[in-house]
């Protein structure tokens, strides 16, 4: 006999509580994804919920929603259950805020229009050219063992080579293997600063939407930007030296677009030597330039070792080879290549090999330059929609490079709201405040990764919205 559609509810609740999935004091998933799970209505949902919470076993709570309070063992005995969640909010490391978790979540969505998402379409990818590196990688393995500290010494040595055509002299010693620029920023906050330093940075900036600084200890602090970059004149420092740092992306920076020009990097570089402020470069965007190169990095201006550099393939290539570099002073890049083997004894070898491949033939240069040809070509598809649709409702800047168009929405229409209306339209977007943008009527949309006919379409459903507001 078929079970009535509340009872398939119950059973899977129940299965989820036995097995310890969802532990005594987890917050069960609301209504309406319950209802969006099981493809009932919201009544069939609440028949089951009121099932459970007359078994004991789940409850609603004030500003917590509806939670596990039993599970079946302490139902049949005496014994009390350990609460894990209790845990959950007692490690060191803070939560990202709800609208990034959710953004997180629905990233992986396919039925989504992903005018958030900062990566490169699956249509760019260089599968047979990677299917030929991985094969020709594979029938060269010998050992499969742990690499050395700093990363594997023939991919060092390819970071090192690409990265003197792009201005800076680095030696293999002085570079470090990472999995993804992230990763760098975590070796970062936990070796080399102190709780309770200052990290100024752009506002709003991409360093806004996580909690890896903050989870230490340490403040981050705005620095205002113009159309050529951070402005220098509003970095002001009031601690003492030594507990405070500048994380900055000058190459089309996360999410506004922004490209510093070559005087104001040169201001700042002779700013931060003088004021002794030590600097971030996080530099994932520059192969990504559609009109012009960009200005050399600043590490290439960086003559004191001041400047610690972070590059990655995430965003050219692959983000699933977790392939990033840290450069910076060898006395540097050993405490962190420690710390690092301290976590997870090195990145991936079949990563780094492939990477090695990638980087020491030209099949990089070639796969980038086809990349540019593309996003110059989705940009125009982004920008043309934006002034056809658009034109009316909102204001926004060309970027010359990156995925990003950073877009002011004029008011009253209110961002909060445009977000959550585009979300249930199957449409994702960044909204600014993740990125500290307090206005509230700024958002950020990637051209990168929708397909042409879906930017178009996506552009075209949130002027909609605006419209009918």
Not at 327 to 343: H, P, Y
Request: net charge neutral.
């Amino acid at each position: 006999m078929k079970k009535p559609k509340y009872q398939l509810i119950v059973d899977f609740i129940k299965e989820k509580i036995s097995i310890g999935e969802w532990a005594i004091g987890s917050q069960i998933p609301s209504q309406r994804n319950l209802a969006k799970l099981f493809e009932v209505n919201r009544s069939t949902v609440i028949t089951a919920l009121e099932e459970l919470m007359a078994e004991g076993l789940i409850e609603g709570r004030a500003g917590k929603g509806t939670v596990v309070t039993n599970n079946t063992w302490t139902l049949m005995g005496n014994q009390l259950s350990t609460n894990w969640n209790e845990n959950v909010s007692l490690g060191i490391h803070k939560p990202s805020v709800s609208t990034v978790q959710e953004i997180n979540e629905a990233e992986s969505n396919n039925n989504l229009i992903q005018l958030g998402k900062g990566e490169l379409s699956p249509d760019m990818f260089p599968l047979e050219e990677m299917k030929s590196i991985v094969q020709k990688v594979s029938n060269q393995l010998t050992s499969f063992g742990y690499e050395k500290p700093k990363g594997n010494i023939k991919l060092r040595q390819a970071i090192s080579d690409y990265l003197k055509v792009r201005g800076i002299n680095a030696s293999p010693s002085s570079i470090l293997v990472v999995s993804g620029a992230l990763q760098a920023l975590h070796l970062i906050s936990i070796g080399l600063l102190k709780k309770g330093s200052t990290v100024f940075l752009e506002v709003p900036s991409y360093l806004y939407s996580l909690t890896v600084f903050q989870s230490m200890g340490m403040d981050l602090k705005g620095v205002p930007m113009d159309s050529k970059g951070l402005m220098i004149d509003s970095i002001y420092q009031t601690k003492e030296k030594g507990k405070n740092i500048l994380y900055t992306i000058p190459t089309f920076h996360n999410p506004t677009g922004i490209l510093m020009e070559e005087k104001r990097r040169e201001e700042l570089i002779e700013y931060c030597v003088r004021e002794q402020l030590p600097v971030i470069e996080d530099d994932v965007y520059r192969d990504l330039w559609i009109d012009n190169p960009p200005p050399e990095p600043l590490k290439a201006m960086d003559f004191h070792g001041n400047v610690l550099y972070l590059g990655s393939l995430s965003k050219t290539l692959s983000p699933g080879l977790r392939i990033g570099w840290i450069v910076g002073t060898e006395s540097v890049i050993n405490r962190l290549a420690d710390l690092k083997m301290q976590l997870d004894y090195g990145s991936s070898t079949l990563s780094q090999l492939v990477a090695a491949e990638w980087l020491s033939s030209d099949l990089y240069d070639l796969h980038v330059g086809n990349v540019r040809e593309k996003l110059c070509i989705r940009r125009r598809t982004a920008l043309d929609a934006l002034d056809k649709y658009l034109g009316l409702y909102a204001t926004w800047e060309i970027p010359k490079g990156g995925f990003f168009i950073w877009i002011r929405i004029k008011s009253p229409f209110k961002v909060k709201r445009l977000f959550e209306k585009a979300l249930a339209k199957g449409i994702l977007i960044n909204p600014g405040s993740i990125y500290a943008e307090h206005s509230g009527q700024f958002i950020r949309i990637s051209y990168g990764f929708a397909s042409l006919d879906n930017i178009k379409k996506g552009i075209f459903e949130l002027c909609e919205i605006i419209k009918n507001q």
